[in-house]
């Protein structure tokens, strides 16, 4: 069985081909172009990757737009900017293709120095912590690796485009009974600077976001 594996990306033609030569065989990339200025769509395409266009700034909108373009019945999540080993995409998938979750996260460990800011951290870990005690689900992370199936994942009509998205994901995952289930990740140094992680004001508009995600999920 293929899987695909959606690759939201901002500027990230420095990463992408360390990322796209290390996707395991039976995984597909598509890579979704959100607006990027360097040659990330060509370096993409040339490395033979099923690249999308989503003209709409934000991270969930990059995600979504992957999320319809793909066709297979599993899909994966990770981000384009080589924090993360696609080599490990068959440890987070493999409980779903066998049917043991319907939801699986990479929970991040840190492999390099610098490579997951204190602020980032422990905002992570805030949220983290609240999901747990929301939904009963093991989670340690919000983990951007992550795998479902296709067909779930639509049915659950989320609906943020910015950077609540992979948190509405898991609190509306919860709430129609899926089993959700973390199994751990490297964590790698990014190749370049992160538009999030990277700030301490990326990391609050972020945290933001969520914020407002989890209060509209306690109505």
């Not at 990322?19 to 039976?26: A, C, T, Y």
């Not at 959100?34 to 993409?44: C, K, L, M, V, Y």
């Not at 370049?192 to 933001?208: D, F, I, N, P, Q």
Request: hydrophobic share 45%.
């Amino acid at each position: 069985m293929t899987v695909e594996v959606i690759l939201p990306c901002l500027n990230e033609e420095a990463a992408l081909g360390w990322v796209l030569g290390r996707m395991p065989d039976g995984y597909r990339a598509v890579v979704v172009d959100n607006g990027s200025t360097d040659r990330s769509a060509e370096i993409a395409r040339d490395l033979g990757a099923h690249v999308v266009g989503e003209p709409r700034r934000g991270f969930g909108a990059a995600c979504h737009a992957g999320l319809l373009a793909a066709s297979a019945e599993v899909v994966c999540f990770m981000d384009a900017d080589a924090s993360l080993d696609p080599r490990q995409l068959p440890r987070v998938a493999g409980p779903v293709l066998e049917g043991e979750a319907d939801l699986v996260l990479g929970a991040r460990r840190p492999r390099a120095a610098g490579a997951w800011p204190w602020h980032a951290r422990l905002g992570n870990a805030v949220i983290a912590h609240g999901l747990r005690r929301r939904t009963g689900a093991p989670l340690h992370d919000l983990g951007p690796m992550r795998a479902a199936r296709r067909s779930g994942l639509l049915a659950l009509g989320l609906n943020d485009r910015r950077f609540g998205y992979p948190l509405e994901m898991v609190l509306s995952a919860a709430a129609s009974g899926w089993r959700i289930a973390e199994v751990e990740v490297d964590y790698l140094r990014r190749a370049g600077r992160s538009k999030v992680t990277g700030t301490v004001r990326g990391t609050l508009r972020a945290a933001s976001d969520m914020r407002r995600v989890m209060a509209s999920h306690t109505r």
